[in-house]
């Protein structure tokens, strides 16, 4: 029996994939737990008219992703540290931090998981923060730390 999947299934295929499976297991497994439904002429135009929507919205995120990329390119956060001897820096800047200072500064929201580095700032000077806006969108913000006085 053919069927269109609406979820992920183990061994079987992913979202959207049309499948052949065993007639008991699509009646019995697949339609009951609404993993799935019948491949029929209908249904097929209704999975085609889905993915074609998605396919706007995917590219409508990837042109703001794109926007907002330009954005952070002239960028630069400067954060005051303390400072010993040697230029040894205490403490250092996470990446929460910065996140809640682009967001401040410049009402730009990105979660502090697509920073990467991904672990905190240690060293005085500018840093180059690479930003994963979408899956093949990324930006870069310049963090700079200096002594406080």
Known sequence: MKVILLKDVKKVGKKDDIVDVADGYARNFLLPGKLAVIASHKSKEILEDQQHDRAEEVALEVEKAKEVALKLKGITLTFPVKVGDNGRVFGSVSTKQVEEMLLKEHDIKVDKRKFKPSGPITNLGSTRVKVTLYADVVG????????QS
């Not at 870069?140 to 002594?147: G, K, P, Q, Y």
């Open 140 to 147: 870069e913000i310049h963090v700079s730390l200096v002594s």
